[in-house]
């Protein structure tokens, strides 16, 4: 990770962890200056003997207290976490029911989970990119409107592709909200309670499960809506508009919030960054701004000298310029030392997905091959395969002459029970991701999820299939604050949008790749996908071992 420590100014060091950055010094040992000071003084990063005139980020933030204003941070930016992780999910729990009005058949069903991935890949890079440019704020504003939109549309769509279209560029906008919003986050946060906000915020992801498995347990099997010969628009479409309403609420949340402070020092705009502060301060502790002890921002010089190297008319060259900024950032994570990081981050986000999408997407599915299996055979028992094959012989699944859509309301409660039982471990990971590290959780949670999806081989009937789906759900809910936590915070501020976004689009793959394989698997050859999620879930969890240890370390 990218360390942010000013105090020794002599000796060259590095931007990550050690080493050298081949085109400057290294930022443990940059000289902070504040902006607009023509002659460099030495300045600590930290307040010196009580003097609070002058100030680094950390320490500016630190001052302006914890209250208010992060809790309301925390819930703005939690929401546009449950909106996103119900946008995702929500396409496992009408497969069931959209089989009939879009003619699906196992195969159709994996290439409709995935192409929202599909999607998301596209956007992620674009949006991340961009967001390291322009800033963190506009950006999630803009694709919360876009989400909601693309969300409605889609409810509408009559016809199967005309559906993936729609759920195409609903991934695309979805693709930035994860890395832009991680960051935008992260960097209103203190390095002493960084890792157990962060966790906090991932929890939210868990609360959009539970919302969406609700609103589908509510809505879907009521059977609701209009139909005619020419225009259907029945309850699983209902079920989607209402799923559009939360994008929608945090465009307008969004807007009432500030930029990043820490991006805005990042681009040398110290004074628009103190402002926040002060702002902030307010809030926090009801005291006037004046009263903000900070008057100064210390700005890292090579900042200042990348702003005055290229002082060039603003207007006339904006999009020259930002275009230039996002393939400067991109270059950089793929040069050494980041390199390292970037490679290990893109690995670890491809298998981890895998696992969890490829998954926890078809868990709703299952759910119901085991319902369906149980009313035609109440007394036997059989595994995931066995009742996989008389789903497909049955014929539901592919012809269209015989679908049938009516989907039990135990199999959306069973639904509901999973992602419920993920509650407990993100209050675990909300308690101790400070104290027993990133790292620690991420383990624990890839090899004891990996041997979950190898023991779906072994279940042989309802009860079995729920218990062993509720623990899966449990720990890579888990895992999935702490590799969030760890992914934001390896990466430096300039860097940070572009490379979370870069891991994202691996984590998009890993859900494409998860569902296409699960799909085309599952009737083919049924034993293959749990143990391919299983061996790629405990790789992963062993590489994380080789990622540094960021846990209460100041941002970069």
Same mark, same amino acid.
């Given at each position: 990770?990218?360390?942010?420590?000013?105090?020794?100014?002599?000796?060259?060091?590095?931007?990550?962890?050690?080493?050298?950055?081949?085109?400057?010094?290294?930022?443990?040992?940059?000289?902070?200056?504040?902006?607009?000071?023509?002659?460099? /003084?030495?300045?600590? %990063?930290?307040?010196?003997?009580?003097?609070?005139?002058?100030?680094?980020?950390?320490?500016?933030?630190?001052?302006?207290?914890?209250?208010?204003?992060?809790?309301?941070?925390?819930?703005?930016?939690?929401?546009?976490?449950?909106?996103?992780?119900?946008?995702?999910?929500?396409?496992?729990?009408?497969?069931?029911?959209?089989?009939?009005?879009?003619?699906?058949?196992?195969?159709?069903? /994996?290439?409709?989970?995935?192409?929202?991935?599909?999607?998301?890949?596209?956007?992620?890079?674009?949006?991340?990119?961009?967001?390291?440019?322009? %800033? =963190?704020?506009?950006?999630?504003?803009?694709?919360?409107?876009?989400?909601?939109?693309?969300?409605?549309?889609?409810?509408?769509?009559?016809?199967?592709?005309?559906?993936?279209?729609?759920?195409?560029?609903?991934?695309?906008?979805?693709?930035?909200?994860?890395?832009?919003?991680?960051?935008?986050?992260?960097?209103?946060?203190?390095?002493?309670?960084?890792?157990?906000?962060?966790?906090?915020?991932?929890?939210?992801?868990?609360? %959009?499960?539970?919302?969406?498995?609700?609103?589908?347990?509510?809505?879907?099997?009521?059977?609701?809506?209009?139909?005619?010969?020419?225009?259907?628009?029945?309850?699983?479409?209902?079920?989607?508009?209402?799923?559009?309403?939360?994008?929608?609420?945090?465009?307008?949340?969004?807007?009432?919030?500030?930029?990043?402070?820490?991006?805005?020092?990042? =681009?040398?705009?110290?004074?628009?960054?103190?402002?926040?502060?002060?702002?902030?301060?307010?809030?926090?502790?009801?005291?006037?701004?004046?009263?903000?002890?900070?008057?100064?921002?210390?700005?890292?010089?090579?900042?200042?000298?990348?702003?005055?190297?290229?002082?060039?008319?603003?207007?006339?060259?904006?999009?020259?310029?930002?275009?230039?900024?996002?393939?400067?950032?991109?270059?950089?994570?793929?040069?050494?030392?980041?390199?390292?990081?970037?490679?290990?981050?893109?690995?670890?986000?491809?298998?981890?997905?895998?696992?969890?999408y490829g998954l926890m997407m078809w868990f709703p599915e299952l759910f119901n091959r085991f319902d369906e299996y149980a009313r035609q055979y109440p007394d036997k028992t059989a595994d995931v395969c066995a009742v996989t094959k008389y789903v497909t012989a049955s014929g539901s699944q592919q012809d269209g002459k015989v679908c049938s859509d009516k989907i039990e309301s135990a199999v959306f409660m069973e639904s509901l029970i999973t992602v419920a039982s993920a509650l407990p471990s993100n209050i675990i990971a909300v308690l101790g991701m400070d104290r027993l590290g990133r790292k620690f959780f991420l383990v624990f949670s890839t090899l004891t999820s990996g041997i979950c999806a190898a023991c779906m081989y072994l279940v042989y009937n309802k009860m079995q299939n729920l218990a062993v789906s509720a623990v899966f759900s449990g720990v890579i809910?888990? /895992?999935?604050?702490?590799?969030?936590?760890?992914?934001?915070?390896?990466?430096?501020?300039?860097?940070?949008?572009? %490379?979370?976004?870069?891991?994202?689009?691996?984590?998009?793959?890993?859900?494409?790749?998860?569902?296409?394989?699960?799909?085309?698997?599952?009737?083919?050859?049924?034993?293959?996908?749990?143990?391919?999620?299983?061996?790629?879930?405990? /790789?992963?969890?062993?590489?994380?071992?080789?990622?540094?240890?960021?846990? =209460?370390?100041?941002?970069?």
């Amino acid at each position: 990770m990218v360390e942010g420590d000013p105090s020794n100014k002599n000796k060259a060091d590095s931007d990550v962890k050690g080493e050298r950055v081949p085109n400057g010094c290294g930022s443990k040992d940059l000289e902070l200056i504040p902006f607009g000071r023509k002659d460099p /003084g030495k300045v600590s %990063g930290d307040l010196e003997k009580g003097v609070s005139e002058k100030a680094d980020f950390e320490s500016a933030i630190e001052l302006t207290g914890y209250g208010k204003f992060h809790y309301m941070l925390l819930a703005v930016c939690g929401f546009v976490s449950t909106s996103e992780e119900m946008d995702v999910i929500s396409m496992s729990f009408i497969l069931p029911s959209a089989q009939c009005d879009l003619e699906l058949n196992t195969y159709s069903k /994996g290439w409709l989970n995935s192409i929202i991935f599909i999607g998301m890949m596209a956007g992620a890079y674009a949006w991340g990119s961009v967001a390291d440019a322009l %800033g =963190r704020r506009k950006v999630l504003i803009a694709i919360s409107v876009m989400n909601a939109l693309c969300i409605v549309a889609s409810s509408f769509s009559q016809s199967y592709e005309l559906f993936m279209l729609f759920r195409f560029l609903n991934g695309a906008a979805l693709g930035g909200s994860g890395p832009v919003i991680w960051s935008y986050f992260a960097e209103f946060q203190p390095k002493a309670k960084r890792g157990s906000m962060l966790s906090f915020m991932a929890a939210f992801w868990t609360l %959009g499960n539970l919302f969406v498995a609700g609103l589908a347990w509510l809505i879907i099997p009521t059977g609701i809506g209009y139909t005619s010969q020419v225009f259907i628009y029945n309850s699983w479409r209902i079920f989607l508009l209402i799923c559009s309403v939360p994008s929608f609420v945090v465009a307008v949340l969004l807007y009432f919030l500030p930029e990043s402070p820490k991006f805005l020092l990042s =681009r040398g705009r110290a004074d628009e960054a103190l402002d926040i502060f002060k702002k902030i301060y307010k809030v926090n502790t009801g005291k006037d701004e004046n009263e903000y002890p900070v008057k100064h921002l210390v700005v890292e010089q090579d900042v200042i000298k990348s702003i005055t190297s290229s002082d060039k008319p603003a207007t006339k060259n904006k999009y020259k310029n930002m275009m230039s900024d996002i393939l400067s950032n991109s270059k950089q994570l793929f040069v050494s030392p980041i390199l390292k990081f970037t490679l290990i981050s893109i690995t670890i986000n491809f298998t981890f997905h895998i696992g969890y999408y490829g998954l926890m997407m078809w868990f709703p599915e299952l759910f119901n091959r085991f319902d369906e299996y149980a009313r035609q055979y109440p007394d036997k028992t059989a595994d995931v395969c066995a009742v996989t094959k008389y789903v497909t012989a049955s014929g539901s699944q592919q012809d269209g002459k015989v679908c049938s859509d009516k989907i039990e309301s135990a199999v959306f409660m069973e639904s509901l029970i999973t992602v419920a039982s993920a509650l407990p471990s993100n209050i675990i990971a909300v308690l101790g991701m400070d104290r027993l590290g990133r790292k620690f959780f991420l383990v624990f949670s890839t090899l004891t999820s990996g041997i979950c999806a190898a023991c779906m081989y072994l279940v042989y009937n309802k009860m079995q299939n729920l218990a062993v789906s509720a623990v899966f759900s449990g720990v890579i809910s888990c /895992g999935n604050a702490a590799l969030d936590c760890l992914i934001t915070e390896i990466f430096p501020t300039n860097l940070r949008a572009t %490379g979370v976004a870069i891991s994202m689009v691996a984590a998009r793959l890993g859900g494409i790749i998860g569902n296409i394989v699960i799909a085309t698997l599952l009737d083919l050859y049924c034993p293959a996908p749990t143990f391919i999620v299983a061996a790629l879930l405990i /790789g992963g969890g062993l590489l994380c071992l080789t990622l540094p240890n960021t846990t =209460r370390e100041p941002l970069s």
